[in-house]
């Protein structure tokens, strides 16, 4: 029925399409920001120092044990570690979207 009205009149769907538009330009300053969606997931980063130590023997002697324990964490999406000659570890942990970040470490430092 209302499209029939739109198919005949065109002019008047660009003029409504147009109000539309102009409406939510003006009500997105009235939207609050805690009603705005999670836009990244949420991460944690894990950082390790092993002096002396080659990448190849910290990802082998550090990485591999920090990475088996993170496995089981709960709401866990995906982890990716990086190891460096200098003897630094880091390990990058991302969480479903609306997990606890608080809850999140706490878990993390559990695993640890």
Excluded: W
Excluded at 7 to 28: N, Q, T
Excluded at 37 to 58: F, H, K, Q, R
């Amino acid at each position: 029925m209302f499209s029939q009205i739109f198919i005949d009149r065109p002019k008047l769907a660009m003029v409504v399409s147009i109000i539309m538009v102009f409406a939510g330009v003006l009500c997105i300053n009235k939207i609050p920001i805690a009603e705005y969606p999670e836009i990244s997931p949420p991460s944690l980063m894990v950082m390790a120092t092993y002096p002396g130590a080659s990448s190849e023997v910290i990802a082998d002697t550090l990485g591999s044990i920090i990475e088996e324990e993170m496995a089981g964490l709960d709401d866990l999406q995906y982890f990716s570690s990086d190891s460096n000659n200098n003897g630094s570890y880091t390990l990058h942990i991302t969480f479903q979207p609306n997990t606890d970040i608080d809850m999140a470490q706490v878990n993390v430092q559990n695993a640890l």
